[in-house]
């Protein structure tokens, strides 16, 4: 698999990790059948997509940028389907979020 393969699929493992949170929501506390089932497969198919990332770019970098981008697509989708606005400070800790994700893509290599 080349190195574009690998992120392509830490695209989709980022995808299928906003769509498990946003089913976790919608859950209620896995006491609605169907988002919670939604729930699981997102969650368990993002894991999978996240073993094959692994096969060519180093685990911490993996998950430092899944999490990353997965926080960040996290809110957005808060923001837009829940009205989750953020404060200030939230808004400040996810600049340093994506800040940290760059640097560890960009200048964590060398």
């Known amino acids: 698999m080349s190195l574009a393969t690998s992120y392509l699929f830490l695209g989709i493992a980022v995808f299928l990790g ?3 949170n946003s089913f ?3 859950a209620e506390g896995f006491t609605l059948i169907v988002p919670s089932i939604i729930t699981a497969i997102t969650i368990v198919l ?3 997509a996240l073993s094959l990332v692994m ?3 180093p685990m911490g ?3 430092a940028s899944f999490a990353g981008l997965t926080i960040i697509a996290t809110v957005i989708v808060g923001v837009v389907k829940y009205n989750q606005v953020p404060n200030l400070y939230s808004i400040i800790g996810l600049i340093l979020i994506v800040i940290g994700v760059l640097m560890v893509n960009l200048l964590g290599k060398q």
């Open 18 to 20: 906003v769509t498990s």
């Open 24 to 26: 976790a929501k919608s």
């Open 46 to 48: 993002c894991m999978y």
């Open 55 to 57: 096969k060519n770019i």
């Open 61 to 63: 970098i993996t998950y």
